[in-house]
């Protein structure tokens, strides 16, 4: 089983700035891709932002410009910098990991989720 653990959320005004984190643990062989989802109130979860083991990104135009994914590999580790949040980007952020575990099967997990606000 893989554990993905978020930190880094909270309340910000307009304009400022979070940084999400998410460690990966457990049987892990490899990890492929990692990404953000977030859902708001009422809405659907939506991707955010995605990297591969690569360094390959991809961001929801929503957020192109404004957010960064990285990760670390060697601590299975992914980050993501939100610069100047807007009040549309207050939802709970999910970490998601794709991977192999030594075993060779694959596992596509989850996190718990992390709160952000952003007050107008």
């Known amino acids: 089983q893989v554990q993905l653990v978020e930190s880094g959320g909270g309340l910000v005004q307009a304009g400022g700035s979070l940084r999400l984190s998410c460690a990966a643990s457990?049987?892990?062989?490899?990890?492929?891709?990692m990404g953000w989802y977030r859902q708001a109130p009422g809405k659907q979860r939506e991707l955010v932002a995605a990297i591969t083991s690569g360094g390959s990104t991809g961001y929801a135009s929503s957020v192109k410009g404004r957010f960064t994914i990285s990760r670390d590999n060697a601590k299975n580790t992914v980050y993501l910098q939100m610069n100047s949040l807007k009040p549309e980007d207050t939802a709970v952020y999910y970490c998601n990991a794709e991977g192999l575990y030594y075993s060779r099967s694959t596992f596509n997990s989850w996190g718990q989720g992390t709160q952000v606000t952003v007050s107008s």
């Open positions: 457990g049987s892990i062989f490899s990890i492929n891709a």
